[in-house]
Nanobody
Framework: QVQLVESGGGLVQAGGSLRLSCAASRSIFKINDMGWYRQAPGKQRELVASISTGGNTNYADSVKGRFTISRDNAKKTVSLQMNSLKPEDTAVYYC???????????????WGQGTQVTVSS
C-alpha cells in the first residue's frame, strides 16, 4: 500500500486556525518534494504551499504570511498550519508528494484523498 492520508480539516470561523497533517503509509520509504493543494467549488486545483526535499518552502500569494508548511522526515509527515483563516480559504485540501516505494523505478506523484476545510464568515 502506497498512500498519503490527510487529517485536520473541519469547520472554523473566520480568523481562526487549523492544522492539517499528511501522513505517508509504511510502504513509502522516501519522500521528496511535498505540497498542499486546494480545490474550491467551481475552481481549478491550485498549489497552496510546497516544501522541497532540502526544506525550501514556497507559498501562494493568497496565503503568504498566514500559512506555514513544514515536514517531519522521521515521521514521514507534512503539515500545514493555517492561521487567520478567511472564507475564501474554503476548499478541499489535498496532500501531494513525490515518493519512493518498493518496486518504484523512479519517484511517483502521489495524492491524498483530500480533507474539507470550511471557513464561515
Amino acid at each position: 500500500q502506497v498512500q498519503l492520508v490527510e487529517s485536520g480539516g473541519g469547520l472554523v470561523q473566520a480568523g481562526g486556525s487549523l492544522r492539517l497533517s499528511c501522513a505517508a503509509s509504511r510502504s513509502i520509504f522516501k519522500i521528496n518534494d511535498m505540497g498542499w493543494y486546494r480545490q474550491a467549488p467551481g475552481k481549478q486545483r491550485e498549489l497552496v504551499a510546497s516544501i522541497s526535499t532540502g526544506g525550501n518552502t514556497n507559498y501562494a500569494d493568497s496565503v503568504k504570511g498566514r500559512f506555514t508548511i513544514s515536514r517531519d522526515n522521521a515521521k514521514k509527515t507534512v503539515s500545514l498550519q493555517m492561521n487567520s483563516l478567511k472564507p475564501e480559504d474554503t476548499a478541499v485540501y489535498y496532500c501531494n508528494a513525490y515518493v519512493l516505494a518498493a518496486y518504484y523505478s523512479a519517484p511517483r506523484s502521489t495524492w491524498g484523498q483530500g480533507t474539507q476545510v470550511t471557513v464561515s464568515s
